[in-house]
């Protein structure tokens, strides 16, 4: 496929369109040995080589960063009242026109995927998806142990919301709690991603959440390394696993 140069390399991180623009005319680069200055230059990155300076540049045109999100901060690329997620991204990355899979609320945290990866986005995020996501989650109250197996009995079969959706088949158990609001802590995991979904599953349990983390989606982990805010590239075999997740 034929894209304008200035537009690859500011997607391989080398700047702004202005920057490339600027780069173009101060530094020699060449396509398939021949110099070009023209940032509108058309090149196939799958056919042409590039290179700066003499050296070949290795160009790559999809990238998947995974961000741990903070409280406070929404999941969208632009907001006219918040701080979104994309604001946290160090360069090159903040340069490029990535966007979110999928969303978590305001008040969520945790692992949110960031990528420029269109397909990817739309298999896993696709009503057919069968990307099984998973919450930690604390409550307002505690669930006795009769309550917790009628719980999970219900959301196995599907949970009937308090609007008469009914919900995918998910799987809620306990789990060690971090003490981050209550002590009362379960990992809730589901397979679609309806707005407030797991707030709406445990207010139809008697329940409130009162803290809701994403830990893992597509069998992908959150990085127990990674500070609140932080972000870094998924590894190959994490994006290989996420291929292999999305879409049924
Ligand atoms: N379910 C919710 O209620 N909120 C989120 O942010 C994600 C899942």
Not at 72 to 89: A, I, K, W
Request: with cysteine.
């Amino acid at each position: 496929m034929l894209s304008r140069i200035d537009k690859i390399l500011a997607g391989n991180g080398l700047g702004s369109r202005n920057d490339i623009k600027r780069l173009l005319r101060t530094e020699n680069f060449s396509v398939n040995g021949k110099r070009i200055t023209d940032p509108g230059t058309l090149i196939d990155i799958e056919k042409d080589s590039i290179a700066r300076n003499g050296e070949p540049v290795t160009l790559r045109t999809r990238y998947y960063l995974m961000l741990n999100k903070p409280a406070g901060v929404v999941t969208s690329t632009d907001d006219p009242l918040h701080d979104t997620v994309m604001q946290l991204l160090p360069p090159p990355f903040s340069a490029m026109k990535l966007f979110p899979i999928g969303r978590l609320d305001i008040d969520t945290e945790g692992l949110l995927i960031i990528t420029n990866d269109g397909t990817l986005t739309h298999r896993i995020t696709s009503p057919k998806s069968a990307c099984v996501k998973s919450y930690y989650l604390e409550t307002a109250e505690p669930f006795n142990t009769e309550a917790l197996i009628q719980a999970q009995s219900l959301c196995a079969k599907g949970l009937e919301l308090k609007h008469g959706f009914v919900c995918l088949p998910a799987q809620f158990e306990r789990t060690e709690p971090q003490h981050i609001k209550t002590e009362w802590a379960f990992l809730m995991h589901i397979c679609e991603g309806k707005y407030h979904q797991v707030k709406k599953m445990l207010h139809a349990l008697g329940n409130e959440v009162v803290y809701l983390k994403r830990v893992a989606m597509g069998g992908v982990s959150l990085d127990p390394e990674l500070g609140s805010g932080d972000c870094r590239e998924l590894t190959g075999a994490e994006v290989a696993q996420l291929q292999r997740t999305g879409g049924i």
